[in-house]
């Protein structure tokens, strides 16, 4: 790809002075380069030197060393209780489980691809195949056989660990075509502990050797891209990227990791593991020390007893979730008579998140004391109770994904909660981009993680660097890696853009623009993005690639919708017979109207049609990410769309 070089513009942002905690420098303010008068490259400097021996392998060796009784993880219990792991305990049961991989003829280098939900035997398994020298593959748990055969012969996996016996059993037919797969194991069936057995045997110096020979550059894992459209790629990711990533990230986010304070920091995970973000996260936690737990489902009727019970300090988040928790929020007390203050606490969190926002970016002088006021009084009536429903002891949320939107992340900021919105993507280990403590920019996905460079290409691209960039990717038919970035700037195919500060706002997929007829550029995120937040909508997609106009499909939310109708005296019914249904088209118009006061008029949605069924993944329209398949989405109701068109 050619771009256009960027030439420095001389000059840094007036407030480029290094950040600070507690009187100590943390962070500089980000090098800016312009051409032709717009910000076209940002970068800040790493926060912590590369790594330059070592390896993943190590974390939990060299903390049980320093610190053997400080506890690291909590694994939940038959009984729903949690008992606490130390590192002490963590280390030998790392090792246990490396010996019996190395027990059962597993050589370094070799791919053992895991297939289970969040859970404690995940990470103990992604540094146990470490420290025996072997690379992991996740595999989503929800995906079907042949995405699961796919992954598992291109990446030449010589072991599967599956959750379940159905998972394994269900990839039974395919054994023939899986040549390079030589074992499977079953986490329910005691599999991981019969593997601690087995290595009992094995010298315990085979593991020190095996982890003597890991290097920062060292293959860590593959990840196979979610791949919303053709098949998924698989990402190479070293031990060295993961340092680059989690190492800044730690240093940047001392809030979370770092700070000492009267509560424990704890962090409850849920996204899935087979994601980067999930991942990076989890060993984030193990690099800081921080107790880390695992929760298996996101259904609220699961994932609310563990957070009351674990009581995180910090989440991690998509948009759609922090949505559904102030949608939820809103419902409760509209059901119980109170919806008129609770709209009254939302106003009153926003423009408290918004003035301390100016205070920290030095453009107001914060909160004033009516509006401090409000907030106390309303924290016991609204914002405790949102906390409540997150633990209670919630004090941060990392959240990425999708853009969040300056409203919700204005709210949960006056609720109590400070938002770390980020930007990234599996070949950048997770996070390019995120707020910097004490420098939030409401609405953006904040400023490059230190040792990181975004630029922005002439057609509005964002490229990357920065050693958290992947190595390539993998092609077994090529011999092992192909290189993702020689030039050394990765093309992410989104679109975005730099502000004179050097925030970044994401504005959507390059792939994902639409040219109407009249040749009008139309970027569907924001519209859709919007759409999504309200309480009656699921999802949203917006077409009109080569139309006359803009237009959009919308799925329907049936947890707001049975509320809503609730509350107008209305009995529950099917989501087929609300398509036609009067009164909710005037409710999703108007919602409709309010998203295209984003956008130009030649930009704006003309036109809607509500589905009578959701997009999810098990449908095929959304990805384990919960990304649109805009093609899947396309072709399924192609008919709708053209009736869009029609009259």
């Not at 398994?125 to 992954?151: C, E, H, K, N």
Request: glycine share 10%; net charge neutral.
């Amino acid at each position: 790809m050619s771009i256009p070089q960027a030439s420095p513009s001389g000059s840094t942002p007036d407030f480029g002075i290094d950040l600070d905690y507690d009187g100590e420098p943390i962070l500089r303010a980000p090098e800016i380069r312009r051409l032709d008068g717009m910000v076209r490259e940002v970068s800040i400097p790493p926060l912590v030197a590369p790594a330059v021996h070592g390896s993943l392998a190590d974390l939990p060796f060299d903390r049980a060393e320093t610190q053997p009784g400080h506890v690291v993880l909590s694994r939940k219990t038959e009984d729903g209780s949690w008992t606490d792991v130390t590192a002490a305990e963590f280390a030998a049961q790392v090792h246990a489980v490396a010996k019996g991989l190395i027990a059962e003829g597993l050589v370094p280098g070799d791919r053992v691809a895991v297939m289970a939900r969040t859970r404690y035997e995940w990470t103990l398994l992604d540094f146990a195949a470490w420290a025996a020298g072997l690379v992991t593959v996740p595999v989503y748990p929800t995906s079907s056989v042949f995405q699961v055969r796919w992954i598992l012969q291109d990446s030449g996996a010589v072991a599967l660990v599956t959750e379940t016996g159905a998972q394994a059993a269900a990839l039974g037919p395919e054994r023939e075509r899986l040549p390079d797969l030589r074992h499977m194991w079953v986490i329910e069936k005691g599999h991981v502990d019969r593997l601690a057995e087995l290595g009992e045997q094995v010298p315990d110096q085979e593991v020190d050797i095996r982890r003597g020979m890991l290097v920062p550059d060292t293959l860590a894992t593959l990840i196979y891209t979610s791949g919303t459209t053709g098949r998924p790629k698989g990402c190479a990711l070293t031990h060295g990227n993961f340092f680059a990533e989690v190492d800044n990230a730690i240093e940047l986010l001392y809030p979370i990791f770092k700070a000492r304070t009267s509560e424990e920091a704890s962090v409850l995970l849920f996204l899935p593991m087979s994601h980067v973000f999930g991942r990076m996260v989890a060993i984030a936690c193990v690099r800081a020390g921080v107790r880390l737990g695992h929760a298996p489902s996101l259904k609220p009727d699961h994932l609310l007893p563990d957070l009351a019970s674990f009581k995180p300090t910090c989440l991690l988040a998509i948009p759609y979730m922090l949505e559904k928790i102030f949608n939820s929020a809103r419902a409760r007390a509209e059901s119980g008579g109170r919806v008129s203050a609770f709209d009254r606490a939302t106003n009153v969190a926003i423009k408290y998140g918004e003035a301390m926002e100016a205070k920290q970016t030095g453009t107001g002088s914060g909160p004033n004391r009516a509006l401090k006021a409000a907030r106390t009084f309303y924290d016991p009536l609204v914002y405790r109770r949102i906390r409540n429903a997150m633990g209670g002891r919630v004090r941060y949320a990392i959240c990425g994904g999708s853009p969040l939107g300056r409203r919700l992340a204005a709210f949960y900021t006056g609720a109590g909660i400070e938002i770390y919105e980020g930007y990234g993507l599996t070949e950048v280990t997770g996070a390019a981009t995120i707020t910097p403590p004490l420098k939030p920019r409401l609405g953006t996905v904040g400023w490059p993680l230190p040792g990181t460079r975004v630029r922005i290409a002439a057609d509005g691209e964002i490229l990357l660097a920065g050693d958290q960039v992947l190595r390539g990717y993998w092609d077994p038919q090529a011999g092992g890696v192909v290189p993702a970035a020689p030039d050394g700037w990765l093309a992410t195919g989104d679109i975005g853009a730099l502000d004179d500060e050097g925030y970044l706002t994401i504005t959507g997929r390059k792939k994902e623009l639409l040219i109407t007829a009249g040749g009008k550029s139309v970027a569907p995120a924001p519209l859709e993005n919007w759409l999504r937040s309200h309480p009656l909508i699921s999802q949203a997609i917006v077409v009109g690639d080569g139309r006359p106009y803009v237009s959009a499909l919308i799925t329907l939310d049936m947890d707001g919708i049975t509320h809503w109708r609730r509350m107008n005296g209305k009995h529950p019914v099917p989501a087929e017979l609300l398509v036609s249904d009067e009164e909710l088209t005037a409710i999703l118009q108007r919602a409709v109207d309010e998203a295209n006061k984003l956008v130009s008029r030649p930009e704006s949605i003309r036109r809607f049609a509500i589905l009578p069924q959701d997009f999810t993944e098990f449908s095929g329209h959304l990805t384990p990410s919960m990304k649109l398949r805009r093609e899947a989405v396309m072709r399924d109701f192609a008919a709708q769309i053209e009736g869009l068109y029609s009259k």
